[in-house]
C-alpha cells in the first residue's frame, strides 16, 4: 500500500510542477506593452501642407485630425523593448502612402531623435516591419506609461482630391 501512495505523490506533483510551469511559461511569452485606445488615424478632406505648417499645428490650429496625442502603456515586470507600428489602408478611396508625411515627438512636443536628422519623414520612407511602418523604436520602463504626439499631413507635392483618404492604425510590438 505505501509504494502506491508513494507513486500517486509522485505524479500528483508531476502534473502540478507542469501546471506551473505552463502557467509561468505563458505570462513570459506575452507582449505587455499596448496603446490603450488602439488609434485609428484618419485624414480626410485636408489640403495639402508644407513641412513648416504640418509640423507645427497643433489641436488649437483647429486641423485635429493630422495631431494625434497618445499613449504606450507597459504592465511587465521589467524593461521592454517596443515598435510602434502603423499600418495603412490601400486602394482607390484612400490617398498613395507616398504623400503622406510624419513627426512624432515626445509629450513635451520635443521631436524625436530619428526624426531629428529628416525632421519630417514621408511614411513610405520608414522602415518596415511584417508590412507594417515603423514609426518608432525605443525601451519603456516596467510598469510605466509613455506620450507620444504624432503629426501626419498631406505632403504639398500631391495633387489636392477632396475623394480621398488616408486610414491608417497604430499598434505596439514588444519584445
Given amino acids: 500500500m505505501r509504494k502506491k501512495e508513494l507513486i ?26 499596448y ?9 480626410e478632406n485636408a489640403l495639402p501642407l508644407s513641412d513648416q505648417v504640418g509640423s507645427t499645428f497643433s489641436r488649437s490650429n483647429g486641423k ?37 508625411k510624419v513627426l512624432l515627438s515626445d509629450k513635451d512636443d520635443k521631436v524625436l531623435k530619428e526624426y531629428k536628422t529628416d525632421s519630417v519623414k514621408l511614411v513610405t520612407g520608414l522602415k518596415k516591419y511584417n508590412d507594417k ?16 504626439i504624432l503629426r501626419m499631413w498631406v505632403s504639398d507635392a500631391s495633387v489636392y482630391d ?6 491608417g492604425k497604430l499598434s505596439i510590438y514588444s519584445y
Fill in 162 to 167: 477632396d475623394k480621398l483618404i488616408f486610414d
Fill in 133 to 148: 511602418y515603423i514609426v518608432h523604436s525605443g525601451k519603456i520602463g516596467k510598469k510605466s506609461t509613455d506620450e507620444f
Fill in 35 to 43: 496603446i490603450p485606445n488602439n488609434e485609428v488615424l484618419v485624414i
Fill in 8 to 33: 500517486i505523490l509522485c505524479i500528483l506533483v508531476i502534473v502540478l510542477v507542469c501546471i506551473v510551469l505552463y502557467v509561468n511559461r505563458d505570462k513570459s511569452n506575452k507582449n505587455y506593452v
Fill in 64 to 100: 485635429s485630425n493630422i495631431y494625434y496625442k497618445f499613449k504606450i502603456k507597459s504592465n511587465a515586470d521589467k524593461k521592454c523593448n517596443y515598435k510602434i507600428l502603423l499600418s495603412t489602408n490601400h486602394g482607390k478611396k484612400f490617398l498613395d502612402d507616398r504623400y503622406i
